[in-house]
């Protein structure tokens, strides 16, 4: 079976190099599958998990990655993530992955509570949509 090489790089460096057989992620027009031979390919990232099933073990094992934002290029059988931040399912730290979470939420609730325009609500509702991402990835792990 062919296979094809993944990437995943943020600018603290190399979260994630392996080979693989197949690969989804979603960028901001939609979901995107990845085989061997793809052709090539530049997209932007939502922020979301990326699964990645591998061509090297026997069964069907994949490995999941929280990524938040950044760009997909495929090509020659390469694919590189160029991220923001990413993180594996065995790094991440739920309970800090919680805690950043009930901060986005309690901010959300108390600018919608008081009508405040101070805080970023923007902000605030990537903060918690990052959490959950991370969170989701962080539950893949069993």
């Known amino acids: 079976m062919s296979s094809f090489v993944v990437n995943i790089v943020t600018p603290s460096g190399v979260v994630y190099?392996?080979?693989?057989?197949?690969?989804?992620a979603n960028t901001t027009n939609g979901s995107l599958g990845v085989l061997p031979n793809h052709a090539p390919l530049i997209a932007p990232l939502k922020i979301?998990?990326?699964?990645?099933?591998?061509?090297?073990?026997e069964g069907n094992k994949s490995d999941w990655v929280a990524v938040n934002g950044g760009i997909i290029e495929i090509r020659d059988n390469v694919?590189?993530?160029l991220?923001?931040?990413?993180e594996t399912e065995e790094s991440i730290d739920v309970t800090r992955a919680e805690m950043a979470k009930k901060r986005a939420e309690e901010k959300i609730a108390l600018a919608k509570?008081?009508?405040d325009e101070s805080?970023?609500?923007?902000?605030?509702?990537?903060?918690?949509?990052r959490a959950i991402n991370r969170?989701?990835?962080a539950n893949k792990r069993k």
């Not at 979301?48 to 073990?57: E, F, G, K, P």
């Not at 805080?119 to 949509?129: K, S």
Request: net charge negative; charged share 35%.
């Open 17 to 24: 190099d392996h080979e693989a057989k197949f690969l989804v």
């Open 83 to 86: 991220a923001n931040s990413a």
């Open 135 to 137: 969170l989701n990835v």
């Open 48 to 57: 979301d998990a990326i699964r990645i099933d591998l061509s090297d073990t």
């Open 79 to 81: 694919v590189s993530v």
């Open 119 to 129: 805080i970023d609500m923007d902000r605030a509702e990537v903060a918690l949509h």
């Open 113 to 115: 509570e008081r009508k």
